[in-house]
């Protein structure tokens, strides 16, 4: 890293310069590297099928599709155990996690990146939401957030859709009162738990809005899928979760 470290700056954009790699994670390295990254990557492999992955892996982290979908309600319910996940990166507003309760609809959970007259920014942190929640992942499949743990990586998504992807230096489990937001979209229903807190936001179109501010009506960013998982990967099974 440090040798293209140098080569990036000492070219300042003058040459191409391009990295040799051999896995998706190399080459997902590779486009971070003092944050510009190299032109592009030389893929050193045996057979097609990794040509294949490191290119698929590329593609999913170039762009998603998020979709602006209308809440329907918004209901307290008891308490229960939260996930904050504190990443070793800094986020900004509009930049967040791909959270939901089902595979088929990922709310943009926004990170703490915004100041509140409650507590000071944390701008590392996504308050995910409740232990049974999905999170979708940088290799295309879903977690739960009770799965999580340092070290881990995780997706970190933009309100346009761009991605990229970030580590985990800790996750906090922590009993907290929830609340249940609604959406629907082509006359189905899905929902996500979140913590009943301020610093809690949804990104939207044009901003974020805080849970205890959430109103029906309002729109909020989602990625929309199939669904249906086993084991995080996507399966083409009738599965309903409501």
Do not use: W
């Amino acid at each position: 890293m440090i040798r293209f470290e140098n080569l990036i700056a000492a070219s300042a954009g003058r040459t191409k310069i391009m990295a040799c790699v051999s896995s998706a994670g190399d080459a997902e390295l590779s486009r971070n590297i003092l944050e510009k990254g190299t032109d592009g990557v030389v893929i050193d492999v045996k057979d097609a099928r990794s040509v294949k992955n490191i290119a698929e892996s590329a593609k999913k982290m170039s762009g998603l599709g998020l979709i602006p979908v209308k809440v329907t309600a918004i209901k307290n319910i008891q308490t229960g155990d939260r996930v904050c996940i504190d990443t070793c990166s800094t986020m900004i507003p509009g930049e967040g996690m791909l959270i939901g309760s089902q595979s088929s609809c990922l709310f943009l959970v926004q990170s703490e990146s915004e100041e509140n007259g409650y507590v000071a920014a944390r701008p590392f942190r996504v308050n995910a939401g409740a232990v049974h929640a999905y999170i979708m992942m940088p290799d295309g499949k879903t977690r739960y957030l009770s799965e999580l743990g340092a070290g881990d990586d995780v997706l970190i998504v933009n309100r346009d859709g761009t991605a990229k992807v970030g580590s985990i230096g800790r996750c906090k489990n922590e009993l907290r009162p929830m609340v249940i937001v609604s959406v629907t979209h082509n006359k189905n229903e899905y929902t996500t738990v979140l913590q009943n807190a301020e610093t809690v936001k949804l990104v939207t179109p044009n901003g974020s809005v805080s849970v205890s501010e959430l109103k029906k009506g309002d729109e909020v960013l989602v990625l929309l899928g199939d669904g249906g998982r086993h084991f995080g990967m996507a399966v083409k099974e009738k599965i309903k979760e409501s």
